[in-house]
């Protein structure tokens, strides 16, 4: 991984093998838009997550969760209605995933999120790539179409489109 931002590698120079995700040093948030004008901002814990990186510094593959109970915006009745059956359902899918294979960073980086049971293609564009020593950072940005995802609740007061930051921390396994 460069330390470089606006290099956008092909490739990752940090070791091949495992990387474990770190929840408490990671954050998913978000920007939508209520009734198209008013922004929402807001969160999702991360749960889990790894990578694998090969021998050539591409990235092999990519599996993280983030959970859909703990979406939080701020606004108590909002977060509880999003937590519930017209939206995320965490009740029935505890887990948002975003998953890929054969991923090669570079100012994209595409895969699956599932949401509710429906996989959808999402591509992030990786804004920074740090590796320090066996700990890597991550930062990516992706535009998330909530109706394609299967959340399409309140279409008339609530934008489709939500703009999604990721930080993740990953640690080297021994």
Not at 8 to 17: E, K, L, M
Not at 91 to 107: A, I, K, M, S
Request: glycine share 12%.
């Amino acid at each position: 991984m460069s330390t470089n931002p606006t290099a956008r590698p092909r490739t990752v120079d940090a070791p091949a093998g495992h990387w474990d995700l770190e929840p408490a040093h990671s954050t998913v948030e978000f920007t939508g838009r209520h009734f198209f004008l008013l922004p929402v901002r807001g969160s999702l814990p991360v749960r889990a997550g790894r990578a694998e990186l090969a021998a050539d510094g591409t990235l092999a593959g990519l599996d993280a969760a983030v959970g859909a109970a703990g979406f939080e915006s701020g606004n108590p009745q909002r977060d509880t209605a999003v937590r519930g059956p017209r939206f995320l359902d965490a009740g029935r899918f505890p887990e948002l995933r975003f998953t890929g294979e054969r991923l090669v960073p570079g100012p994209d980086v595409t895969g699956l999120l599932e949401v509710k049971g429906r996989k959808t293609p999402v591509t992030f564009t990786v804004d920074e790539l740090t590796v320090d020593g066996e700990r890597a950072t991550v930062r990516a940005t992706a535009r998330v179409d909530r109706h394609a995802c299967g959340v399409g609740a309140l279409r008339g007061l609530v934008g489709a489109e939500l703009l999604v930051r990721v930080r993740a921390v990953f640690v080297r396994r021994s």
